[in-house]
């Protein structure tokens, strides 16, 4: 490895942290560049574990100039993260089972071949095809338009490229990689918001966290919104396939929905013609505020859960696409502050949220990869301890119309 890759060593001993050797791959302040960029334990020598961790740049079609940062777990996870699209997972894998979908949308699309306001605001979905993609954070939900303005699909923070990039792993056991990410919604009299994102990943592990501050850095007060939309499809997704959560109400996002509410905790196979079907959530959460929702699949022996506080998330989107395997049979599991209704609705029913001159929001997931019946029994019943007694309120009627 080159001396010149390795940017800055920290000795961070302060307050109990971990002493980390850090590399800044972007860094737009210092003109900072990296390009393709590899490092691996062995290069680290650390025995245990091994671990590596690339960054590619993508060529060719609508992925020119894109980036993937690739950590690799020989005994754990595969975690494919993509700096220029808002520091979103493309896909994880590990243990026989992959965290992702098969989108017809196969290259990652750079954003400068996006045109988010295309197709009446759903031009987002040119680019979709992401495990983890954030929906956020000036606003998110579905286009709507609102004081001359059109609020396009999911927001902006989703295809926009990180202004800075580092990644650091600790000097000692358990040798934790973390990558942190830097994202502007900077507009000249509008917002200046700034999420600093943050994936925390140990060796050999079958989960990772995230952890992401956004900040208000404007003068004035200003709205926000998230949804942090996680997608899951084969080979978890499947006829039979279960959904689970413990739940206070659930509801139909539209009239379309109403039909499956009956069967909103189980999954159909990929089916022709099946339009999304899309149920509100309102979690119910255990102590210190946190709970989980996941998708397991038919024989119960793999799975995807999403660890989640309900202080910063206090919502929870279910979203159900299983039509074709070309169309993209995927299902959504989508904590967040917010429904996928137009911002407009949510500003009525008082679920967007603001942010104080300098006042920061902190968000806290954690995806666990589900590859066992021991697994899957241990969120059951993890889910069925905060269910408790409760009875799940199925209500029938949506709770607003677009």
């Given at each position: 490895?080159?001396?010149?890759?390795i940017?800055?060593?920290l000795?961070?001993l302060?307050?109990g942290?971990?002493?980390a050797?850090?590399?800044?791959?972007?860094?737009?302040?210092s003109?900072?560049e990296?390009?393709n960029w590899?490092?691996?334990?062995?290069q680290l020598?650390i025995?245990?574990?091994p671990?590596?961790i690339e960054?590619?740049v993508?060529?060719?079609g609508?992925?020119?100039?894109s980036?993937l940062?690739?950590?690799?777990?020989q005994?754990g996870?595969t975690i494919?993260l993509?700096?220029t699209?808002?520091?979103?997972?493309?896909?994880v894998?590990g243990f026989?089972v992959?965290m992702?979908?098969?989108?017809?949308?196969k290259e990652v699309?750079?954003p400068?071949?996006?045109?988010?306001?295309s197709?009446?605001?759903l031009?987002?979905l040119e680019?979709f095809?992401e495990m983890m993609v954030?929906?956020?954070?000036?606003?998110?939900?579905h286009p709507g338009?609102?004081?001359g303005?059109?609020?396009?699909?999911h927001?902006?923070?989703?295809?926009?490229?990180?202004?800075k990039?580092?990644?650091s792993?600790s000097?000692?056991a358990p040798?934790?990689?973390?990558?942190?990410?830097?994202?502007?919604e900077?507009?000249?009299?509008?917002?200046?918001?700034?999420?600093?994102?943050?994936?925390q990943?140990?060796?050999g592990?079958s989960?990772f966290s995230?952890?992401d501050?956004l900040t208000?850095?404007?003068?004035?007060?200003?709205d926000y919104?998230i949804?942090?939309?996680?997608?899951?499809g084969?080979?978890?997704l499947?006829e039979?396939?279960?959904?689970?959560?413990?739940?206070?109400?659930?509801s139909?996002?539209?009239?379309?929905a109403?039909?499956?509410?009956?069967t909103?905790q189980t999954y159909a196979?990929?089916?022709k013609?099946?339009?999304?079907m899309v149920?509100?959530i309102a979690?119910?959460?255990g102590?210190?505020?946190?709970?989980l929702?996941?998708v397991?699949?038919?024989a119960?022996?793999?799975?995807?859960?999403?660890h989640f506080?309900?202080?910063?998330?206090p919502?929870?989107?279910l979203?159900k696409?299983?039509?074709?395997?070309?169309q993209?049979?995927v299902?959504?599991?989508?904590?967040?502050?917010s429904?996928?209704?137009p911002v407009?609705?949510?500003?009525?029913?008082?679920?967007?949220k603001q942010l104080?001159?300098?006042?920061?929001?902190?968000?806290d997931?954690?995806?666990?990869l589900l590859?066992?019946a021991?697994?899957?029994n241990?969120i059951?019943?993890?889910i069925?301890?905060i269910?408790g007694?409760?009875k799940?309120?199925?209500?029938s009627?949506?709770m607003?119309k677009?």
């Open positions: 490895m080159k001396k010149a890759l940017l800055s060593t000795a961070l302060i307050s942290q971990v002493a050797k850090t590399w800044v791959l972007t860094d737009t302040e003109n900072t990296q390009g590899h490092i691996s334990s062995h020598n025995k245990s574990s671990f590596s960054q590619t993508l060529h060719g609508k992925q020119e100039g980036k940062l690739v950590i690799k777990s005994n996870l494919t993509i700096p699209r808002g520091m979103d997972i493309l896909h894998e026989g992959r992702g979908w098969d989108s017809p949308v699309v750079n400068a071949y996006m045109n988010l306001e197709r009446n605001g031009g987002w680019g095809n954030r929906c956020g954070y000036e606003w998110t939900g338009t609102a004081d303005q059109l609020y396009t699909l927001g902006k923070a989703g295809n926009t490229p990180a202004s990039v580092e990644v792993v000097d000692s040798y934790t990689i973390t990558v942190r990410g830097l994202l502007k900077s507009t000249f009299k509008k917002a200046d918001l700034q999420t600093q994102t943050e994936l990943y140990v060796p592990s989960q995230i952890h501050v208000n850095k404007g003068d004035y007060d200003h919104q949804i942090y939309h996680s997608n899951f084969q080979p978890i499947e039979g396939a279960q959904f689970l959560a413990p739940i206070a109400q659930i139909p996002f539209n009239d379309y109403k039909k499956g509410l009956s909103w196979g990929p089916t013609g099946f339009d999304e149920f509100n979690p119910l959460s102590a210190n505020h946190q709970t929702a996941a397991v699949n038919k119960g022996n793999k799975g995807a859960a999403i506080n309900t202080t910063q998330l919502v929870l989107t979203w696409n299983t039509d074709t395997l070309k993209g049979y299902t959504g599991i989508e904590p967040g502050t429904y996928a209704y407009t609705i949510e500003r009525e029913q008082k679920r967007v104080a001159p300098g006042q920061s929001a902190h968000f997931l954690t995806y666990q590859h066992s021991n697994d899957v241990q059951k019943q993890d069925a301890t269910q007694d409760q799940v309120e199925e209500v009627t949506p607003a677009e």
